[in-house]
């Protein structure tokens, strides 16, 4: 079925077609003014002005590894991280604690802990399958290098961005 | 010997002329032109555009003013590729052919009245040539521009250039009529084709779209002026939307039109060949502004009859040449300002606006003119 479509009546101004031109000038015009006279800003400079302020707290940027407030790796390197990242960008060799230490208890720690930031998606499921709460999805999102070695988070690096949380899972701790 | 020695001498002032005009203002403005389009319709679209090239190597941006630099540099640097299907002379002659008219008719432009330089007695007279036949050569000069594009079009041996190069040349070829006689008015008003004379006979009588001259205070506006304002205004619409056409800039751009025809006759051109289409573009609406500026809004003299043509003093000889650029600027403005407001034009509506509406309406303007001069004839 073909559909017609009706042809809208136009009044004289809009057959003389000049009028019509100079409105759409007289538009572009004022947004021109608009942005002249700062009233109105849309583009952000970005490496000047950032969002950062701005941004939600369940922003997904870059996975880091946390410290307790005792200054403790929460990380006890049970590897579910490392099995369930969709893209395997994390690498982890576990390590044990030696019996002198005051954490002996904990048993495990990382001994390497690699992000491979190409791979990563920022998808949040290591942060979200981690029984300790040990690896949490900061808000770095500008990961950048010149090279794919230096794309890769080591342990040093992911405690640099992630730093201290505190009160979280107090399982470790002496009892009181 | 000596008679060529003076032959030669004579040669120096029009070098001095060309270079200065050609090479020092017009290629400089064709590069920012390209720039201010591209900042003036980010400000009219509500974005930014280019601000960051600057100084190499420094933090310093001077809002993007290196832009164009850095954009000649990567068209010198890029891959010049020809095509294994194309005609070669003719693939490299019609990027040459598209830019040599568009500089060729600022020949006859005057770009300011005269400048008398100290310690020299003859002022001179700022045209490169000032022909009696100023208009014509220009209307000359500009037909030979389509050359280039149909040329482009045809030796391209591809079906998208090649549609660009036959929509470019009826456009080109219909518009220039109403082109043409859209000028015949204002010949008709000041009896002269030589550009300088028309220029300075507005000088003394107000523009042709601004005929006021100043009494000390008081305005003079004759009657014979006034009606005559009705068919200039009307050229003046019919020979800046022929511009357009003729220049191939937005509302008919038809023959580059992106969205149908990949790039239009330049799609088969890359490295500085492309930029030799793209920069022969601006050049040719430089040099139209020029003229549209030269023939219906005063050239290079102020309005109301202000200052003199510079005969006698350096001061308005330079003040000359600085409203005769400001105005052209103001001009490309115009033309950026249109090319991002109004869409594109169906190429039947394109050639019906010519054929059907230009066209007549500039004959009978022609006879409108010839009415009203009639009517205020002396003697």
């Known amino acids: 079925m073909a559909i017609v479509v009706k042809r809208p009546k136009l009044s004289i101004f809009e057959k003389m077609y000049l009028p019509a031109i100079g409105k759409g000038l007289l538009i572009t015009l004022s947004h021109a003014i608009k942005i002249l006279r700062g009233k109105k800003k849309v583009t952000m400079q970005y490496p000047e002005e950032k969002w950062d302020a701005n941004m939600p707290e369940h922003y997904r940027g870059a996975p880091a590894l946390v410290k307790d407030e005792q200054g403790r790796e929460r990380c006890v390197s049970c590897q579910l991280c490392e099995f369930i990242c969709p893209p395997r960008a994390i690498k982890i060799v576990p390590g044990e604690i030696p019996s002198d230490d005051p954490w002996a208890k904990v048993e495990k720690r990382p001994k390497e802990f690699d992000i491979d930031m190409i791979r990563c998606i920022y998808c949040g499921m290591c942060e979200e399958v981690c029984p300790e709460q040990a690896i949490y999805l900061r808000k770095d999102y500008a990961i950048t290098g010149l090279s794919r070695e230096e794309m890769v988070h080591d342990k040093e690096r992911l405690y640099e961005i992630g730093g201290v949380r505190e009160g979280l899972v107090n399982k470790w701790n002496e009892l009181k | ?379």
Not at chain 2, 15 to 24: A, E, P, R
Not at chain 2, 163 to 185: A, D, N
């Open chain 2, 1 to 379: 010997m000596l008679e060529f020695f003076s032959q030669l001498t004579g040669l120096i002032e029009p070098t001095i002329k060309i270079v200065g005009l050609v090479f020092l203002v017009i290629l400089p403005m064709v590069a920012y032109s390209v720039y201010a389009e591209r900042r003036f319709s980010a400000i009219l679209q509500d974005r930014v555009g280019p601000n960051r090239v600057g100084i190499p190597f420094t933090k310093v941006s001077l809002a993007g003013l290196g832009q164009p630099m850095a954009d000649g540099l990567k068209f010198i640097l890029k891959e010049d590729f020809t095509p294994d299907h194309v005609r070669k002379v003719y693939y490299w002659l019609a990027p040459a052919l598209t830019m040599v008219p568009a500089l060729l008719t600022c020949a006859v432009l005057p770009f300011g009245g005269y400048l008398k330089l100290p310690f020299v007695d003859d002022p001179f007279k700022l045209v490169i040539a000032d022909l009696d036949v100023g208009i014509l050569f220009v209307f000359a000069i500009a037909s030979l521009g389509v050359y280039g594009i149909v040329l482009a079009g045809w030796a391209s041996n591809s079906k998208y250039p090649f549609l660009g190069g036959v929509r470019s040349s009826s456009q080109m070829i219909s518009y220039e009529i109403s082109l043409g006689l859209s000028v015949i008015p204002i010949l008709m008003i000041y009896g002269d084709l030589n550009l300088s004379n028309i220029v300075q006979q507005q000088h003394e009588q107000g523009w042709a779209l601004l005929p006021i001259t100043l009494d000390g205070f008081k305005p003079v506006v004759s009657m014979r002026d006034l009606l005559l304002l009705i068919p200039l205004f009307i050229s003046f619409i019919i020979f800046v939307t022929s511009l357009f056409a003729e220049t191939n800039r937005l509302p008919f751009d038809l023959p580059e039109c992106e969205t149908e025809l990949v790039a239009g006759y330049h799609t088969e051109y890359s490295s500085m060949k492309f930029a030799l289409f793209f920069l022969g573009e601006y050049a040719a609406m430089i040099i139209g502004s020029g003229f549209a500026v030269t023939l219906f809004l005063g050239g290079w003299s102020l309005p109301f009859g202000w200052g003199t043509n510079g005969e006698d003093s350096l001061f308005w000889g330079l003040v000359n040449v600085g409203t005769f650029f400001t105005k052209v600027i103001a001009f490309i403005l115009f033309f950026i300002w249109v090319r991002w407001s109004i869409p594109r034009f169906r190429y039947d509506q394109l050639m019906r606006l010519g054929w059907v509406f230009f066209f007549e309406i500039a004959l009978v303007n022609i006879l409108l003119t010839a009415a009203i001069l009639m009517l205020f004839r002396q003697g």
